[in-house]
């Protein structure tokens, strides 16, 4: 029986599956949207919506404790300064998961995962910046 088993392996080892959504979490609240496998997508979900509650609170603790699950200071920055307070009076529900049909290699069933009330010019944002500072670095 499979009782008290209530999250997804997903073929990987337990610290890989903590890096990973390490990495995808820092990721979502960079870009605000990502595309990824839709069950990733709703492991992610309960992980994200935790950590914008946590965000919400605002104290020094809520802030130790995100950074021991997210591993850059700039998307702890974002989530404290940015998102917490954007989302600080909703009673939960910060994310959406949109099926995006299936991946062409493997027809993997795909998802777009995004912020409820995201700011679109967000995605691509740094990209963009780094691109334009790579840029003026070349002209100087």
Request: no cysteine; proline share 7%.
């Given at each position: 029986m499979?009782?008290?088993r209530g999250y997804r392996?997903?073929?990987r080892t337990h610290e890989h599956r903590k890096a990973m959504f390490a990495n995808m979490a820092g990721s979502l609240i960079e870009h605000?949207?990502?595309k990824t496998t839709l069950p990733k997508a709703k492991e992610l979900r309960p992980i994200i919506e935790k950590m914008v509650t946590l965000a919400g609170r605002g104290d020094l603790h809520a802030r130790r404790l995100l950074r021991s699950r997210l591993k850059e200071d700039r998307h702890l920055a974002k989530l404290m300064d940015i998102i917490g307070p954007r989302y600080k009076d909703r009673q939960g529900g910060y994310v959406r998961i949109l099926k995006a049909g299936f991946r062409y290699g493997d027809m993997a069933?795909?998802?777009i995962?995004?912020?409820v009330d995201r700011d679109v010019d967000a995605k691509g944002a740094a990209d963009r910046a780094r691109v334009e500072a790579e840029d003026a670095a070349a002209d100087a």
């Open positions: 499979r009782h008290a392996r997903l073929n605000e949207q990502i069933p795909m998802a995962i995004e912020f």
